[in-house]
């Protein structure tokens, strides 16, 4: 499921009505054209109440959806895919603790920073010369924590998929379609779809609730530390080394935290020291080796576990 941005920064800006609708006309052409590649699945996901935008200074949607039958029509296509999305936000942290912040050309950018955290497509009105392009830079804070357990930010530039007319979407398409085919868009996905996304990957079934009650924001994080985790152990050979080579952090817990990490498998009570982490926050997949089958098993999928868990 391709999930769309509406970049917050494109609207409003001072042009006249010609140029607003051909803009309008584009951005929705656009969004069309991604649909089309995964019918039923694409998503649009905005900040505000599409009815309360301005498509430019002064021209508000109400008046631009009145403006002409085909505008009507234009308009029912975006709420659709309005309606379909699984994120009723974009701000971009799940714990909304101002640990991760993107900035585009010094300015908060909530909608361009969501589309990258949450491997999606910012989608903007081509009005401005900025936006006329299928890739946008933004700066980007994060928060991330240390193996010692302190704090510190991280920053860096990245690059957002960007689209505001139809050929910006030619240049995405090999990922919008591997996008539809091998991705989980929600904690349920990665759930139902887990043997075939991870077949190197084993869950304990306390898990199921954990991913399908996973927060939207965190499903990219957890989807891509999955992966990595994945694929380092589809590569493992439990007879020349001790475990896998780790493709995202890897570390054991501690002596006196070892005690929270114990769950039930299979009617025994296993120690699930070893996690891997990923951000922002104090995410942790806590996993224990099962050497015999070259697999890993989870038995965590979450924040930092608590001594009362």
């Not at 380092?232 to 050979?237: H, L, S, V």
């Not at 493709?247 to 070892?258: A, I, L, S, Y």
């Not at 025994?268 to 951000?279: I, P």
Request: glycine letters at 8%; a negative charge; hydrophobic letters at 40%.
């Amino acid at each position: 499921m391709p999930l769309l941005f509406l970049n917050e920064k494109s609207c409003a800006t001072a042009c006249d009505l010609a140029r607003a609708d051909a803009a309008m006309a584009g951005l929705v052409d656009a969004v069309r054209a991604v649909a089309r590649e995964d019918p039923g699945e694409t998503a649009l996901v905005s900040e505000v109440e599409l009815k309360s935008l301005e498509i430019a200074e002064g021209y508000p949607i109400g008046k631009w959806i009145g403006a002409s039958p085909k505008n009507h029509v234009r308009w029912q296509r975006l709420l659709s895919l309005r309606n379909r999305s699984p994120v009723r936000s974009v701000y971009p942290a799940p714990d909304a603790d101002g640990g991760l912040e993107y900035r585009h050309e010094g300015e908060e950018a909530l909608a361009l920073g969501a589309a990258h955290f949450m491997d999606g497509i910012a989608v903007s009105l081509p009005v401005a010369h900025e936006w006329q392009t299928s890739a946008v830079g933004l700066e980007r804070s994060e928060l991330v924590e240390l193996d010692d357990g302190s704090l510190e930010f991280e920053h860096d530039s990245v690059d957002v998929r960007h689209i505001s007319a139809p050929p910006h979407v030619d240049e995405h398409l090999g990922w919008i379609r591997e996008s539809s085919l091998a991705r989980a868009a929600t904690g349920h996905q990665i759930w139902e779809r887990k043997a075939d996304l991870y077949p190197s990957l084993q869950f304990l079934p306390r898990t199921e609730a954990q991913l399908c009650d996973l927060d939207p924001r965190w499903v990219v994080p957890v989807r891509r530390c999955l992966e990595r985790l994945d694929a380092a152990t589809a590569a493992w050979d439990p007879v020349t080394t001790a475990e896998p080579e780790w493709q995202t952090r890897v570390t054991p817990e501690g002596e006196t935290r070892k005690r929270v990490c114990r769950f039930e498998d299979d009617g025994q009570w296993e120690t699930f020291h070893l996690h891997a982490r990923f951000t922002p926050g104090a995410g942790r997949i806590h996993f224990r080796l099962i050497g015999e089958e070259g697999k890993i098993r989870i038995a965590h999928v979450g924040g930092k576990i608590r001594p009362d868990l």
